[in-house]
């Protein structure tokens, strides 16, 4: 009886995985308790359809998800993660590259990358908390914080200034110049 229901149930979740409705089929895996070894044949052809679509997001997504080999996954996160870099969006691809487990110098070149289009916008904060999220060089850091606190010195924004200046350590000069003007 338990055979019939999980071939029943492997029967289920392909059909809804054929349909794309992945969710669907995922509520079908758990409600059914189907082991992913169970899975790989329609949880693959679904990956195949995917990477040919070019929705490689969905299709490194279903590779993680249901533990297909780390090969297909990482092909997968890889034409993600440069088509993220070729829409030029920098951080999203930095995000995506460490949490599907890419390497450590996809991850840094797209962080540099997003570091440098936030510094060229103007966007020293932001520039600042990637530098720190994924640990750039310390001078990359130290560059943003001391835009990211003339910014806010210019703006009159004083306390938000002194904090910069403080959680990066900036020259005591410079703590005591937002210290003054507030003061």
């Known amino acids: 009886m338990a055979d019939s229901s999980l071939a029943e149930g492997v029967r289920l979740f392909a059909i809804k995985m054929n349909l794309g409705a992945y969710q669907e089929s ?7 308790g189907l082991p992913n070894d169970m899975l ?15 929705d490689y997001s ?3 997504d279903l590779a993680k998800k249901y533990d297909l080999p780390e090969d297909l996954r990482l092909e ?8 993220k ?5 920098y951080r999203a691809a930095a995000d995506y590259a460490k949490e599907y487990g890419l390497s450590q110098d996809m991850v840094r070149q797209a962080a540099i990358q997003a570091f440098n289009k936030s510094m060229s916008f103007g966007l020293a904060k932001n520039a600042t908390e ?9 001078e990359m850091m130290l560059q943003a914080a001391v835009k990211a606190y003339e910014l806010h010195m210019q703006a009159g924004l004083y306390r938000k200034a002194l904090k910069i200046a403080q959680k990066y350590k900036l020259p005591e000069s410079m703590v ?3 210290e003054k003007k507030i003061s």
Not at 26 to 32: G, L, P, T, V, Y
Not at 40 to 54: L, P, S, T
């Open 26 to 32: 995922a509520k079908i895996k758990s409600d059914f």
């Open 40 to 54: 790989i044949e329609a949880v693959r052809k679904a990956y195949d359809a995917n990477m040919k679509k070019g």
């Open 58 to 60: 969905l299709a490194a």
């Open 76 to 83: 997968a996160a890889e034409r993600s993660f440069n088509r």
């Open 85 to 89: 870099i070729d829409s030029e969006f």
């Open 130 to 138: 990637i530098a720190e999220e994924f640990q750039l060089p310390a």
């Open 176 to 178: 005591q110049a937002a």
